[in-house]
């Protein structure tokens, strides 16, 4: 099982959004390195996801639900979708702020790559982030 942070502008789809529709397609992503980490997400794995804008915080918890698949609404099959299920709200959110003022993230990619919308999570950082949001 792997980690993952999904970023997105709570405008066009935020938590409460996966949260009302359950089960939901993550798409839209276009960048080369995003979907080749798109590409390497399985059934199971955890993601953070993550809302970019005025809040930048960490929100909640989800899992992917499917495999990734070609984008039905492309002609090009790298651009790939997949299932995401939410699985809870995080107590607290954990903001870009709390995470760059730790020393313990130097190296995680949401520090160092801020663009990137698709990026795993070692597991240190996810216990860390999990004890940040209580």
């Given at each position: 099982?792997?980690?993952?942070?999904?970023?997105?502008?709570?405008?066009?789809?935020?938590?409460?959004?996966?949260?009302?529709?359950?089960?939901?397609?993550?798409?839209?992503?276009?960048?080369?390195?995003?979907?080749?980490?798109?590409?390497?997400?399985?059934?199971?794995?955890?993601?953070?996801?993550?809302?970019?804008?005025?809040?930048?915080?960490?929100v909640g918890?989800?899992?992917?639900?499917?495999?990734?698949?070609?984008?039905?609404k492309r002609?090009?099959?790298?651009?790939?979708?997949?299932e995401l299920?939410?699985?809870?709200?995080?107590?607290?959110?954990?903001?870009?702020?709390?995470?760059?003022?730790?020393?313990?993230?130097?190296?995680?990619?949401?520090?160092?790559?801020?663009?990137?919308?698709?990026?795993?999570?070692?597991?240190?950082?996810?216990?860390?982030?999990?004890?940040?949001?209580?």
């Amino acid at each position: 099982m792997a980690n993952w942070l999904l970023k997105t502008e709570p405008e066009d789809f935020s938590w409460d959004d996966l949260e009302k529709g359950g089960t939901s397609v993550w798409d839209g992503v276009t960048n080369n390195l995003a979907l080749k980490h798109m590409r390497a997400v399985a059934p199971g794995d955890r993601v953070f996801l993550y809302h970019t804008g005025k809040e930048r915080a960490i929100v909640g918890i989800a899992e992917v639900a499917g495999a990734p698949y070609p984008d039905p609404k492309r002609k090009d099959p790298r651009i790939v979708v997949f299932e995401l299920r939410p699985e809870r709200k995080l107590r607290r959110p954990v903001t870009l702020a709390e995470i760059k003022a730790d020393g313990a993230f130097s190296d995680f990619l949401l520090v160092r790559m801020s663009r990137l919308s698709v990026m795993p999570v070692s597991d240190s950082h996810w216990k860390r982030i999990q004890t940040m949001a209580g």
